[in-house]
């Protein structure tokens, strides 16, 4: 009867290891900071205030500068700046690029992904989603 008392003890330890092992608590949440972005390469796409799609390539150069290209368009350089809820882009552009121009919020961000949105109202809200496909990229 000992024997069975403990073999149920090791087995309660080893599920209650398990199960506090895999909790979500653990994973390192990301802050978007100029290092984060440093020679990182994204692909992904542009919604406009009128609803539509456009593919489109950003690279941040360092971590002051980038280039932008937004599908069927020449790309444009921009500058930006960058807090722990938003970029801010400064385009040396001043023709389509200006959809991009601005404070855009970090929505949601991990390893790989990104999704900002401009913080117009939501009628007229912009939304950018990416995923890196250059730098650092984690797996």
């Given at each position: 009867?000992?024997?069975?008392?403990?073999?149920?003890?090791?087995?309660?330890?080893?599920?209650?290891?398990?199960?506090?092992?895999?909790?979500?608590?653990?994973?390192?949440?990301?802050?978007?900071?100029?290092?984060?972005?440093?020679?990182?390469?994204?692909?992904?796409?542009?919604?406009?205030?009128?609803?539509?799609?456009?593919?489109?390539?950003?690279?941040?150069?360092?971590?002051?500068?980038?280039?932008?290209?937004?599908?069927?368009?020449?790309?444009?350089?921009?500058?930006?700046?960058?807090?722990?809820?938003?970029?801010?882009?400064?385009?040396?552009?001043?023709?389509?690029?200006?959809?991009?121009?601005?404070?855009?919020?970090?929505?949601?961000?991990?390893?790989?992904?990104?999704?900002?949105?401009?913080?117009?109202?939501?009628k007229d809200r912009?939304?950018?989603?990416?995923?890196?496909?250059f730098g650092d990229?984690?797996?």
């Amino acid at each position: 009867m000992i024997k069975k008392a403990n073999i149920y003890f090791i087995f309660f330890i080893v599920l209650v290891t398990t199960l506090v092992s895999c909790s979500k608590d653990d994973e390192k949440e990301i802050t978007v900071t100029p290092e984060f972005l440093n020679g990182t390469i994204w692909k992904g796409s542009f919604k406009s205030r009128n609803d539509l799609s456009y593919k489109m390539v950003i690279s941040f150069i360092n971590k002051e500068k980038g280039t932008v290209r937004i599908y069927r368009c020449f790309g444009s350089n921009f500058n930006y700046k960058v807090n722990s809820k938003n970029i801010e882009f400064d385009t040396e552009s001043n023709d389509y690029y200006n959809y991009f121009k601005g404070v855009w919020w970090i929505d949601k961000v991990d390893e790989n992904s990104l999704i900002l949105f401009s913080h117009d109202e939501v009628k007229d809200r912009k939304i950018i989603t990416l995923t890196k496909t250059f730098g650092d990229k984690k797996k």
